[in-house]
């Protein structure tokens, strides 16, 4: 089974060229600590609500990035609130989502492809088990569309790409406003989504104000 963080890289990556849209590359990390912090959340290492996150078990989770950010949800000499956290943890994890998607080449999900532009090599990583990015988008197709009822994990995943803003690229036209409105519903209790889109919504403001 994937993790949440590798499930939404995997569903953000250009199947073919390998890279992030401009979209999708300003709300990754977002997404990312988001992910970890669901992860956390399904482990029952952790208890949220609108205004503070509790740490409820620091034990390890067996999982280096998961037992990482734990460590510091739980040395932290303050609670803070879910929104403070997917702040924070996106720009400290350095590394995170270089490190997934190595992992990602290695469990043969993606191919590691280094192109050169002028001086400049880049590195991008076309989706290359197809077939797992299908099983993904179906279950969220089953979900949104034709009514299926959901893991509880799917409904994270979905949070996080409704959040982000990710959503209607999984979908054709016709079906995006009900996969939307399904999406809202479905997420509207889920206080860690409504973190992940506070502090894009924060990022955005930030960003307007800087530029004019």
Known sequence: MLSLMEEILLLSLN???GNFSFTASTVINYCL???ILMELEL???IAVDKKILSVLDSRSINNSRLDLALSRLHSS???RSPEHWVGKLS???KGLRKGLLEEMVDKALVREEEKQFFIFTTTRYPVRDTRVKKDIVERIHQALI????PSQRTVRLIGLLYASGLLPYL?????????KRRAKELTKEDILANAVKKSIQMQ???TFVAVN
């Open 15 to 17: 199947e073919d060229k």
């Open 33 to 35: 600590s988001g992910a």
């Open 43 to 45: 482990h029952q290492r």
């Open 77 to 79: 000499k303050r609670q």
């Open 91 to 93: 720009g400290s994890l």
């Open 146 to 149: 034709r009514g299926e009822k």
């Open 171 to 179: 979908f054709d036209k016709e079906d995006r406003k009900e996969a």
């Open 204 to 206: 955005n403001t930030a």
